[in-house]
């Protein structure tokens, strides 16, 4: 390959030095913003080679070294630039670019890297010493937003499902089980401050919540501000927050964004869980006099045998009623009804998580440790749609689903809590966290 490479480098009769400089310099001074390349130009200035080649010349490099030309580019324009100010280079006349010499700007470009010249040490010892190795940063879009996007084809999936490596070592995987992030006092006030935004203003008087936040750190007041400001920049950065419309005799200076509000209402799926709930407590009644879990029949299934219409299978085209059945239900053995079903009784019984480890405030308690019954169910149900639709997840996975909803102090509260209550399970000790049977019995629940 490398040899058909270099046989195409000798036909184009041009240096492929030469070529990439002649790229770069192009790009950078006639491309504009997008650096679009000038392909009449090239091709005067590189007879031999041809237009053809040039193409695939470009296509190729640009495949082959993005980095190495982004580098360059970069090198060049600053290298120009100090140039010109020095009377070295003249500026070209863009009403005539034709008459510029750019032969000689090429020539010139190649004389003037912009390198700084490295030497490299023979030993690795030495090496490791002197220099320090990163991984490239790479930009791209998160596979997972591409894989679970509704318009995504079954192809593309499979795309995005194979784009990055499936595995950790295992000390990746023991290291990752024993870190705990450790929260400073930005992440605190962060807490507060969104919590401060789900806080009725009619309850506490502006004196109460002056108070409150006084009790943030044991700093001078002009640390807690500069925190506070911090952290209201970034919660503002992250549209969580934004500033809100005050009364003329008071009124908090910031509110939830409207962006933040509709996110947790779409995710939430408040109504399926309801309605999951509705169809339980309907159960329960139907089945009174037994203590039996359920089993479905289908009834007047509809007669299918080549397809509904002869000859047409395309069924993304059936209307959704030749899809309508009827459906028995009847009782098992195993039917649990609610007042049996311990989990209800334990997550009654512990209440949702109030606070972190370092006194931080979930969003679903106020300013003052009021408990939002609605927002906390929310999040709940949230979370574990979110656990049922994906699978395994970890503690940043939960917080990037249904970003930007959950920090990531509260989704390890969940999980602790939901640990405890039932909700979530693990096969074993350092199995992965699954959902339990009833999380959609639990997840919409008040709670008192």
């Not at 109504?271 to 139907?286: G, P, R, T």
């Amino acid at each position: 390959m490398d040899e058909k490479r270099a046989i195409a480098d000798q036909q184009t009769g041009a240096d492929s030095n030469e070529l990439v400089a002649a790229f770069v310099v192009i790009r950078s001074l006639l491309g504009g913003v997008d650096k679009v390349i000038d392909w009449g130009l090239l091709a005067r200035l590189f007879p031999t080679v041809g237009l053809p080649s040039l193409r695939r010349f470009w296509a190729r490099i640009r495949k082959e070294k993005a980095s190495f030309l982004s580098k360059a580019t970069q090198d060049f324009q600053e290298s120009l630039i100090a140039a010109i100010q020095a009377d070295e280079i003249a500026i070209p006349d863009y009403e005539r670019p034709l008459d510029y010499d750019w032969e000689g700007l090429i020539r010139w470009a190649m004389r003037h890297p912009n390198q700084e010249q490295l030497h490299l040490p023979r030993l690795r010892e030495k090496f490791h010493q002197e220099f320090k190795l990163d991984d490239d940063a790479n930009n791209s879009e998160d596979w997972k937003e591409k894989f679970f996007h509704p318009q995504s084809s079954v192809y593309s999936r499979f795309e995005a499902a194979t784009l990055q490596p499936g595995s950790l070592t295992i000390a990746e995987v023991t290291q990752q089980s024993k870190v705990q992030p450790t929260l400073g006092t930005v992440d605190i006030a962060r807490s507060w401050i969104r919590s401060l935004c789900c806080t009725s203003e009619t309850e506490y008087t502006p004196q109460d919540v002056k108070e409150r936040f006084s009790m943030l750190s044991q700093d001078t007041s002009q640390r807690n501000n500069l925190v506070l400001k911090t952290a209201i920049e970034q919660l503002t950065r992250e549209r969580v927050i934004c500033k809100s419309k005050r009364a003329p005799f008071g009124g908090r200076p910031y509110k939830l964004h409207e962006g933040y509000t509709s996110v947790l209402a779409k995710v939430a799926h408040r109504q399926k869980y309801l309605d999951a709930v509705a169809f339980k407590n309907d159960l329960d009644k139907a089945f009174q006099t037994t203590n039996e879990r359920i089993r479905i029949t289908a009834a007047t299934v509809p007669n299918i045998p080549f397809g509904f219409e002869p000859g047409n299978y395309e069924s993304r085209k059936y209307p959704k009623s030749y899809y309508h059945m009827d459906l028995d239900i009847q009782s098992t053995q195993s039917y649990l009804f609610n007042e049996d079903i311990d989990i209800l009784q334990v997550a009654q019984r512990v209440g949702p998580p109030r606070e972190g480890r370092t006194r931080e405030i979930p969003q679903w308690v106020d300013f003052f440790g009021k408990l939002d019954e609605q927002r906390w169910a929310d999040i709940l149900g949230a979370v574990c749609f979110a656990f049922n639709t994906r699978g395994v997840m970890s503690v940043k996975g939960m917080c990037d689903a249904i970003a930007p909803i959950l920090d990531v102090f509260e989704a390890q509260l969940i999980v602790s809590w939901g640990l405890e209550t039932g909700v979530f399970a693990r096969a074993t000790h350092r199995s992965n966290i699954t959902l339990g049977e009833w999380w959609w019995l639990v997840a919409q629940r008040l709670w008192n």
